[in-house]
């Protein structure tokens, strides 16, 4: 329930915070994306007759990696961000996000300053990058903690929204940005990728440790009115940020943690295949010219950023009228989230070679699915304040595994019949739009967004 007390304060120190918020999350996902686009101009000049691990040319090195050393290259940065998942989430818990983001933020900026250098050593190149991996995990935690602490109940649906927004926009930089860079960029080319990648995330790292604070009592920023807002609408009962012990039994009968992991890995699948296999059937299957494919993905990502972004509004506007319960308001963004999104992606097979009418139902398909803002995306702070980043680490953890799982599966399914590729891609298109279906009736039936109590189990 809302509290009607300084119900009137509007722009605040917090949204500063929310700021923050989506900087650090955007500063990941360019972070680790540069290296995508630039990998292409990297390996650009590739002389096969070369015995070496590299080649020059008179301004910049470019190096001997055939495919599947490329993919052990971009593949790296996930072995450390998947295993660090659930510690980091507890660790931001324990020292809180304002350090353990500060960490992130800085090795990303560190790590993309030596890549030029480290690049030139293969194993050192993927151990930097696996390092960073490592690093970023508590980046997303720290997110989710901050949130929990800093936001209001009824302004959480557009904050925690924020910072998928946030890694959107890295993605689409990265990959704009980059692109010019290899071409018109200092240093050779491809180099500038990472030295300008540095700069602009040594920025965003001191803007975050001069800004950010654990909690709005820890901030001389603040005013004292937002403070008292701030505690007036949220949902806690550790007023003396006491470190509590984890409830590992409690999240593990908790029906509402379930819904929530198989709804965050449906989540995962659907942009897995969109980020993996999205260009590939683009160019290959549906013919569009590859210059082309970048525009299409560009469009596609603004489309869910602008859903997420005002699905998250209007679901803290509906929250904080209290006509409905917030289980209610979770479960029906969530499910036009996940059965809209599947419609489109029922349709797909059917367009053929129609680029246009694709382009079209898959901005729909992603629009419907960034309304998950309303739904999924601010569930671990709807279930405990004190626990958010662990559960938030415990479902982003079993979702990431799509990293390795969702091009093996996906792989597999269209290699089972390399000559049919329409045929094959359709079973992707069918499987992908079940899985949402499916996750959207688990959620319906045993989720919720009430407070599970875990915040008080140390004063029973």
């Known amino acids: 329930m809302i509290n009607n007390q300084s119900i009137k304060m509007k722009f605040g120190y917090r949204h500063l915070v929310a700021a923050l918020i989506m900087l650090s999350t955007m500063m990941a996902y360019f972070g680790r994306m540069n290296l995508s686009t630039a990998i292409v101009e990297m390996v650009k000049h590739h002389n096969k007759n070369s015995t070496n691990n590299e080649t020059t040319t008179t301004s910049v090195k470019h190096f001997d990696w055939n495919e599947k050393t490329q993919g052990v290259i971009l593949g790296s940065f996930f072995y450390g ?9 507890r660790l931001t818990e324990i020292i809180g996000p304002r350090l353990l983001g500060t960490i992130g933020l800085a090795s990303t900026a560190l790590i993309n300053f030596l890549t030029p250098l480290l690049a030139e050593h293969y194993g050192w190149f993927v151990a930097s990058r696996v390092l960073m991996g490592t690093l970023q995990a508590g980046i997303f935690p720290c997110a989710f903690a ?22 959107n926009l890295g993605t689409i ?6 692109g010019w860079l290899c071409k018109h960029g200092f240093a050779g080319g491809w180099p500038s990728v990472f030295y300008v990648t540095g700069i602009i995330a040594t920025i965003i790292t001191i803007l975050y440790w001069l800004i950010i604070s654990n909690n709005p009592e820890d901030s001389n920023k603040i005013s004292q009115n937002e403070i008292d807002y701030i505690r ?12 509590l012990p984890v409830p590992w ?19 995962m699948w659907a942009i897995t295949v969109m980020m993996t296999k999205l260009p590939d059937y683009m160019h290959n299957v549906m013919k569009i010219p590859i210059e082309s494919t970048g525009f299409f993905g560009s469009a596609l990502y603004t489309a869910e950023s602008l859903s997420l972004f005002f699905g998250g509004i209007i679901a803290d506007i509906i929250i904080k009228r209290g006509r409905f319960s917030k289980t209610k308001i979770r479960k029906s963004f969530q499910a036009l989230a996940a059965f809209g999104s599947s419609i489109g992606l029922f349709i797909v097979p059917s367009l053929g070679p129609n680029a246009g009418m694709f382009l079209f139902v898959m901005i729909i398909s992603m629009s419907l699915l960034g309304l998950q803002s309303g739904g999924i995306v601010p569930l671990p702070a709807d279930l405990t304040t004190e626990f958010t980043a662990t559960i938030f680490g415990l479902f982003n953890m079993i979702a990431m595994t799509n990293g390795f799982i969702g091009p093996y599966v996906i792989g597999a399914m269209l290699d089972a019949d390399t000559t049919h590729p329409y045929k094959q891609w359709m079973i992707v298109w069918y499987f992908t739009a079940t899985l949402r279906i499916v996750s959207g009736l688990v959620f319906i039936l045993i989720g919720s967004a009430e407070n599970q109590g875990w915040d008080m189990l140390h004063l029973q």
């Open 146 to 167: 901050l949130a929990a602490h800093w936001i209001p109940d009824h302004e959480r649906s557009t904050v925690t929204s924020m910072a998928y927004i946030g890694g």
């Open 232 to 243: 007036n609408n949220i949902n806690t009962v550790n007023e003396n940020r006491k470190k």
């Open 173 to 178: 930089i990265a990959s704009g940005l980059s």
């Open 249 to 267: 039994i409690q999240f593990l009968r908790s029906p509402a943690v379930y819904a929530g992991i198989f709804s965050q890995f449906s989540m």
């Open 81 to 89: 961000y998947f295993a660090l998942q659930l510690i980091t989430g």
